[in-house]
């Protein structure tokens, strides 16, 4: 985890800062289980374009967003629930560093559904 030791948001204190790292936390890392049935869909489209079946396009796209869903959706809840912009960028910079792991995981996987929806076979 490499979150910030001191206070990056203008007009917050560390331990209001610390509120909103709290919510990274409460809300969970980026492998939910919308996440995993995505990763099912990216899977169903490589079978697709493996066996030259119609529908890669559709389950990789559908799959991609699924499994991007958390890292996209967090800046803009945060935003709202804070009421302030900036924390939409802070989301955006630590939330995947919070989740290391599993932000790498999902980077793959959607690479993986852009590959299924693009390269013919």
Not at 27 to 52: K, N, T, W
Request: hydrophobic share 55%; aromatic share 14%; net charge negative.
């Amino acid at each position: 985890m490499s979150l910030p030791n001191e206070a990056v948001l203008d007009g917050y204190t560390l331990s209001e800062q610390h509120a909103i790292d709290h919510e990274f936390l409460m809300q969970g890392s980026p492998l939910s289980i919308i996440a995993i049935l995505g990763m099912g869909l990216i899977g169903l489209a490589v079978l697709c374009r493996l066996f030259y079946m119609p529908g890669a396009p559709i389950a990789g796209i559908a799959g991609v967003v699924m499994v991007l869903h958390k890292i996209w959706w967090m800046p803009i809840s945060l935003w709202q629930q804070f009421d302030d912009f900036q924390v939409f960028g802070y989301t955006l910079r630590y939330y995947p560093t919070f989740w290391a792991m599993e932000t790498l995981i999902v980077a793959v996987m959607a690479i993986v559904g852009v590959i299924a929806i693009f390269v013919r076979r």
